[in-house]
């Protein structure tokens, strides 16, 4: 079983910046995909961003997140640039066996959530 540890949530101005960061105990694999997902108040969770050997972003996202990785430090990264309101969710991380997936039932591992508040 492998934890993940959400850091570097906070509240910002909107057009600022943020990165979060993801650790991983145990043994992953960088062809296995981490996932970036968020989900804010009254919605659904949703996709943001996935690494493996190559990248995928939500169209909402994509030109401002930038999600990377570290496998000597087990570590994921979601740097977010020009912050909108929208933005603010709870970021979770999560981590599976295989290929990149959008699909929140696909995951078996998840983090415990880093807040992100994006004010006006």
């Known amino acids: 079983q492998v934890k993940l540890v959400e850091s570097g949530g906070g509240l910002v101005q909107a057009g600022g910046s943020l990165r979060l960061s993801c650790a991983a105990s145990g043994r992953t694999f960088s062809s296995n995909a981490m996932t970036w997902f968020r989900q804010a108040p009254g919605k659904e969770r949703e996709f943001v961003a996935a690494?493996?050997?190559?990248?995928l972003y939500a169209d909402s996202v994509k030109g401002r997140f930038t999600v990377a990785r570290d496998n000597a430090k087990n570590t994921m990264y979601l740097q977010m640039n020009s912050l909108k309101p929208g933005d603010t969710a709870v970021y979770y991380c999560?981590?599976?066996?295989?290929?990149?997936?959008?699909?929140?039932?696909?995951?078996?591992?998840w983090g415990q959530g880093t807040k992100v508040t994006v004010s006006s």
């Open positions: 690494i493996s050997w190559t990248t």
């Open positions: 999560a981590y599976r066996l295989g290929a990149i997936s959008t699909a929140v039932a696909d995951f078996a591992s």
